[in-house]
């Protein structure tokens, strides 16, 4: 099972970008799925991007256009660059690892977009 941990949150103005990474290790990465979620204060946790073994994108519709989801099979890392960033992106960012009924998570990045 592959084992995951996130970097790269902080505190970034409206309009400002970040970039999380999330770096896997054990398993074989290039078969997973993964996916980036978020979880703001009293909310549940949702998708916000994923990216297939064969490097298929999907994204919530609230971050189309400006969030792009990337991987890196050789390095075992996934991206996550966030542009034109909003007070309503702010959550805790996981990392997420799914290959058949397997599923690894990570710890958590905390990202606070305000002014």
């Known amino acids: 099972q592959v084992q995951i941990v996130e970097s790269g949150g902080g505190l970034v103005q409206p309009g400002g970008s970040l970039r999380l990474s999330c770096a896997a290790s054990?398993?074989?990465?290039?078969?997973?799925?993964m996916a980036w979620y978020r979880q703001a204060p009293g909310k549940q946790r949702e998708l916000v991007a994923g990216?297939?073994?064969?490097?298929?994108?999907n994204y919530a519709e609230p971050v189309k256009g400006r969030f792009t989801i990337s991987r890196d099979n050789a390095k075992k890392m996934v991206y996550l660059q966030m542009n034109s960033l909003k007070p309503e992106d702010t959550a805790v960012y996981y990392c997420?690892?799914?290959?058949?009924?397997?599923?690894?998570w990570g710890q958590g990045t905390q990202v606070t977009v305000s002014s």
């Open positions: 997420n690892a799914a290959l058949g009924s397997t599923d690894s």
């Open positions: 054990g398993g074989i990465f290039r078969l997973y799925t």
């Open positions: 990216i297939t073994n064969i490097g298929t994108t």
